[in-house]
């Protein structure tokens, strides 16, 4: 459970984000939303709204938070998963993957192998889905794997790709040492020190950087309109309504089990 300094964090994020959409901001709206968010770690929570800001156009609901969230934890959307797990039909090819995709890939490929193209995907579609959902409900993230082709000059390529892509967040280092042997990958700290990829895209980055720090100056401007003091009493508004609202389900329960 969060603490009144995140609560406080996550609501005038919330809010601000909302603002900057165009949206209006409703405290009952504003608070059922962070309920829902609750469980999120603020790191990835921080990263989802950020990319939200920079690329989201209309309406922010609670499941255009957790799509962006996902983004941000490392899980791909089911046309771009099932893109790259037909990669790993290729022997010679390294797949850096996840085990949601591979567990979805072991019952696609069977299809695929049979020349059944479109029911493969359509299996894939649905076995990712149910796979991520219950995920999703028991709060797990996914796992980074890597899947090494017979091609050993294209391993290193791939894990770097990777890399660059955000497919491995923890770089080189979160490699395990059977992996980094196999691709013939010196130590974590000396493998800090390889070459970057050939060509880095450095066009997106600049052009997310470049939005990011228009809605910062944005926000900036909008958050001169309001005091300290009016802030605060918006803050203790919502939390004292998230009090009576946790209040009166306890209240209803107790009667709910008097009755029994």
Known sequence: MRDHLDTDWLLEELGATMELSGQQVRPAALLLLAEDLAHIEKPVLRLALARIRAEHRGPILTGTVLQYVDHAMGR????????????????????????????????????????DKFGARQAFIEAYG??????????????????????PEARTRAVQEAITAGRL????????????????????????????????PTGPKREVLA?????????????????????QARADRMRLGLAKRRTAAAVAQHQQESQA
Not at 169 to 197: I, K, M, S, Y
């Open 76 to 115: 791909m959307l089911p046309a771009e998963a099932y893109g790259l797990a037909l990669t790993s039909a290729d022997q010679q090819a390294t797949v850096v993957w996840t085990d949601e995709i591979a567990q979805a890939w072991a019952v696609a490929a069977p299809l695929l192998g049979a020349g």
């Open 211 to 231: 939005q990011l720090a228009t809605l910062r100056d944005a926000f900036a401007l909008k958050a001169t309109r309001f005091t300290p003091v009016q802030v």
């Open 130 to 151: 149910r796979i991520t959902g219950e995920a999703r409900a028991l709060r797990r993230r996914p796992v980074v794997q890597v899947s090494l082709g017979h091609d």
């Open 169 to 200: 967040p923890g770089g080189l280092e979160g490699l395990t040492d059977d992996l980094r042997e196999q691709l013939q990958l010196p130590a974590p700290r000396a493998a800090l020190a390889l070459p970057a990829p050939e060509s880095a």
